[in-house]
């Protein structure tokens, strides 16, 4: 079973920003690159970092603390696709944005 999280407005996140939620009891940053938006958990594995505060660059974002990169689409380590964070659905539903995670994330 899955539930959807309203994030916000569309117009509440500029093309290349982004914002977090927390869902029961973890952060998911939720990104904006265009028209998409991408949703994978905020605390990077390696050390903690929030990678809501990371570079984003080509669907990647950039660990600010030791640069791990990590793709939007999937929630891969972009230098070692095997290890992955969470990675979310992201619905645009008229101009709300609502987050798909499962019922226990
Ligand atoms: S905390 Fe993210 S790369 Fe070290």
Redesign the pocket.
Known sequence: MSQRIPVGLIDDIPDGSNTFVEVNGKDVAVFRVGDQFYAIDDM??????S?SG?HLEDGVVT??????RFRLTDGAWADNPRVKIGCYPVHVVGDKIELEVPDKT
Do not use: K
């Not at 660990?63 to 791990?68: D, G, I, R």
């Open positions: 990077c594995p390696h050390a903690g970092a990678l990371g660990c600010p603390w030791h640069y791990w």
